[in-house]
């Protein structure tokens, strides 16, 4: 059974932010390329949250790679997935936080 999925706050202020570059510097093509890939994954991790590799042993933090330059945090819960945020892999790591 999938689990619904959560976005946290930062979560969502992280989507638009990438959302913004990627639509003011690449356009549509690539914007609704990223739009369709996320949404892809987002429905793997409901229906199989495990399938991707915990990098956070005592928050339960899982991490999901959806392009070279964008990685997704999230962490599965009883009733829920929790997206916690995206993160442009070519910031410095110091800058990620999870609350």
């Given at each position: 059974m999938d689990k619904p999925i959560v976005w946290s706050?930062?979560?969502y202020d992280?989507?638009?932010?990438?959302?913004n570059y990627l639509q003011n510097t690449w356009g549509d093509k690539v914007l609704y390329g990223f739009i369709d890939i996320t949404e892809m994954l987002l429905m793997q991790i409901s229906?199989?949250?495990k399938q991707?590799?915990?990098i956070h042993k005592?928050?339960?933090i899982r991490k999901c790679v959806i392009t070279k330059h964008c990685t997704l945090y999230y962490r599965d819960r009883k009733e829920c997935v929790d997206v916690l945020r995206f993160y442009d892999n070519r910031q410095d790591p110091i800058k990620l936080i999870f609350h």
């Open positions: 706050p930062s979560a992280d989507f638009e932010s990438i959302l229906n199989n949250p991707f590799p915990i005592h928050k339960k």
